[in-house]
């Protein structure tokens, strides 16, 4: 089956430190990848996504590439602020079949960024 | 527009009750799946309903059940709740059922079993 594995965190930075969490998937569709955001007490939020190979999904200064031939989705940004702060979930979405989206996610790295 | 909206926020309950959460999704959204979140894991999927019929389902019990109203709002049941249940459960909503299709979280429903 499908599966995403995410680097282990907590990553802890320094303000405007530049960002990379690691992602990496197996597939044996052509899935579509994601990068959501989590923060206390809340929901996920969509941070971006990308639906096919060489995509690149951007959004709020965060930038990840869809890379089928590493099969990752490294997520970075150049310079963290103290509110970026948050856990990050890698996630594929694959049609099983007609009707049926999947989506599957991984373990979530906490990101702190001190001031 | 409203999002995805979650009833209750808060729940608990001992071992052997029953327990039924509640999902509002955006509107003109016509698939819902569940999601189950213990602390420090991702999500686990549970469910996914898509046009009222269940389309997929993920390794979880029986005691898990959930069916999606004509006005796509969804029910998600557990009976005979274990200490295990005790976990954030999401609801999630998207437009269609495709793989391009990002799926909208609601802040989902904490439940505490005793």
């Known amino acids: 089956g499908n599966s995403v594995t995410q680097m282990e965190g907590p990553v802890t930075l320094s303000e405007e430190a530049f960002l990379t969490i690691n992602c990496t998937y197996t597939?044996?569709?052509?899935?579509?990848l994601f990068w959501y955001v989590q923060y206390p007490g809340e929901g996920l939020q969509l941070l971006l996504k990308a639906t096919k190979a060489d995509d690149k999904g951007s959004n709020k200064g965060f930038e990840a590439t869809y890379r089928k031939e590493t099969t990752s989705f490294h997520l970075e940004k150049g310079s963290v602020q103290v509110s970026d702060s948050a856990v990050y979930f890698c996630?594929?979405?694959?049609?099983?079949?007609?009707?049926?989206?999947?989506?599957?996610f991984g373990t979530g790295t906490k990101l702190q960024v001190i001031p | 527009d409203a999002g995805v909206t979650q009833s209750p926020t808060h729940l608990i309950k001992t071992r052997g009750q029953h327990v039924t959460l509640r999902c509002s999704p955006i509107?003109?959204?016509?698939?819902v799946s569940w999601y189950q979140q213990v602390l420090g894991q991702g999500p686990q999927f549970i469910f996914q309903?898509?046009?009222?019929?269940?389309?997929g389902r993920g390794n979880f019990p029986d005691r898990f059940s959930a069916r999606q109203f004509p006005n796509y709002s969804s029910e998600l049941n557990v009976n005979a709740l274990l200490l295990g249940d005790s976990a954030l459960y999401l609801c999630a909503s998207s437009q269609e059922s495709l793989s391009n299709q990002p799926q909208h979280f609601g802040d989902g429903t904490r439940l505490s079993i005793l």
């Open positions: 597939a044996t569709g052509y899935p579509s």
């Open positions: 309903y898509y046009e009222k019929e269940e389309r």
């Open positions: 509107s003109g959204h016509k698939s």
């Open positions: 996630a594929l979405s694959d049609l099983i079949v007609e009707g049926y989206q999947k989506v599957t």
